[in-house]
Nanobody, 127 residues
């Protein structure tokens, strides 16, 4: 059974940083593209960042480009999201997800491409 477990969320002030982790098990992690999504209260789940199964390609939402960095360590079956210069609009529950396609060529930004999800970790940015 595939499990994705996020960690690293918390309460920070505007301008500060956080690093989220997503630990994967139950699937050959390094064969699947991975993504980060977030959902704020009253809003739909939105794409944040994604990374190819090899780690060679990364994609970001415009709202986080230049501030967030996605990475993965396939030897540790773990994906990361380094978030810098956080602001109140980044407040949300953050989810990691695994693409449904083995070694997918397309790194998707739609939640529909992802078949396994973590339980989420809360990030709150407030002064």
């Amino acid at each position: 059974q595939v499990q994705l477990i996020e960690s690293g969320g918390g309460l920070v002030q505007p301008g500060e940083s956080l690093r989220l982790s997503c630990a994967a098990s139950g699937r050959t992690f390094n064969n699947y593209n991975m993504g980060w999504f977030r959902q704020a209260p009253g809003k739909e789940r939105e794409f944040v960042a994604a990374i190819s199964w090899s780690g060679g390609r990364t994609y970001y939402a415009d709202s986080v480009k230049g501030r967030f960095t996605i990475s993965r360590d396939n030897a540790k079956n773990t994906m990361y999201l380094q978030m810098n210069s956080l602001n109140s609009e980044d407040t949300a529950v953050y989810y990691c997800a695994s693409d449904r396609t083995f070694r997918g060529v397309v790194v998707g930004t739609s939640p529909l491409r992802y078949d396994y999800w973590g339980q989420g970790t809360q990030v709150t940015v407030s002064s």
